[in-house]
């Protein structure tokens, strides 16, 4: 099994502030891909990293794959309370499946 | 176009009964992977049907199997359900297996095991 540990588990902040979460492994992934989840829906599809050192944005969201392609972040700009969520990374790795992280749980607080 | 739906959304069960969980992939997916997710956690590899056939698992007992029929559409069963099988059953389809894929899921089964 190889394991994405997010952080923090938890975030609550104001809206207009800044933050960023973490997706860490000492396993190695061929992609990785962010998800957010909102209560009672499934997962919907943010972004997708394929490259070491990729970055990618959307809007006011900032995604980076690690050069090892053993961790990612999402940074988010002047969050709104339309990111509430909970916010997962997965890895493609062994096994040709998804490997999903922790899981992160952000607030935003208007 | 359909996107992924499941049934049903909620349900209740005892300990030791069995139970099926049903997905109707999105209209041109031939891959369907079933996930278990605790509340405020990520969600956790079941396994994983490619054209009908079990392609990949993840670390879960025998007692946890599937199908898949020739529609795509796709079952999840449970035995001998244990309380901490409690959890959200999540389905998700994709167009293939490929590591850049999008997986599109259901709003998921809330499994309640008493």
């Known amino acids: 099994t190889q394991l994405l540990e997010q952080s923090p588990q938890f975030l609550s902040i104001q809206e207009g502030e800044n933050l960023t979460v973490y997706c860490n492994s000492s396993?190695?992934?061929?992609?990785l891909q962010w998800y957010r989840q909102e209560p009672g829906e499934g997962p919907v599809l943010l972004v997708t990293?394929?490259?070491?050192?990729e970055v990618k944005k959307l809007k006011r969201l900032t995604f980076q794959f690690g050069d090892a392609r053993k961790d990612s972040s999402l940074h988010i700009t002047a969050a709104q309370p339309g990111d509430t969520g909970l916010y997962l990374c997965a890895g493609w790795g062994t096994g040709n499946q998804f490997y999903f992280g922790t899981g992160t749980s952000l607030t935003v607080i208007p | 176009e359909t996107g992924v739906t499941q049934s049903p959304t909620h349900l209740i069960k005892t300990r030791g009964q069995q139970v099926t969980l049903r997905c109707s992939s999105q209209s041109g997916h031939n891959t369907v992977s079933w996930y278990q997710q605790a509340l405020g956690q990520g969600p956790q590899f079941i396994f994983q049907?490619?054209?009908?056939?079990?392609?990949g698992r993840g670390n879960f007992p025998p007692r946890f199997s599937g199908l898949q029929f020739p529609n795509y559409s796709s079952e999840l069963n449970v035995n001998a359900l244990e309380l901490d099988d409690s959890a959200l059953y999540l389905c998700a389809s994709s167009l293939d297996r490929r590591n850049t894929g999008e997986l599109f899921f259901g709003e998921g089964s809330r499994l309640t095991v008493l």
């Open positions: 396993s190695v992934f061929s992609s």
């Open positions: 990293v394929v490259t070491g050192g």
């Open positions: 049907y490619y054209r009908e056939e079990e392609n």
